[in-house]
Nanobody, 126 residues
């Protein structure tokens, strides 16, 4: 069963960059549509980016389009989220999770397989 571990979060200033990592074990990442989510305390977790394993297409929530880039390192079985031009509203706990496809990544509420990981905290503040 796929188990994903997020890392790379931290404290950043507005305009800074961070790169998050999602390392997989127990399954090949290419078997799933790996999706990055984020959650602010008191709010629902939201999907922000998805990588389709079928055609390599990438999808982004409009609020991160042009600033965030999802990519994969097949040799390391790891998916990355490069976050540039960070804004205070990007502050959240970030999670990665496997979905069956990217079709409903914006509104997905649970992983296709496995459970949610612990996530990685990103704080953007001056």
């Amino acid at each position: 069963q796929a188990q994903l571990v997020e890392s790379g979060g931290g404290l950043a200033q507005p305009g800074d960059s961070l790169r998050l990592s999602c390392a997989a074990s127990g399954s090949d990442l290419d078997d799933f549509a790996i999706t990055w989510f984020r959650q602010v305390p008191g709010s629902q977790r939201e999907g922000i980016s998805c990588l389709s394993p079928f055609d390599g297409r990438t999808y982004y929530k409009p609020s991160v389009q042009g600033r965030f880039t999802i990519s994969t390192d097949h040799a390391k079985n790891t998916v990355f989220l490069q976050m540039n031009d960070l804004k205070p509203e990007d502050t959240a706990i970030y999670y990665c999770a496997p979905l069956e496809t990217c079709t409903y990544y914006l509104t997905a509420t649970s992983p296709f397989v496995g459970t949610w990981g612990q996530g990685t905290q990103v704080t953007v503040s001056s």
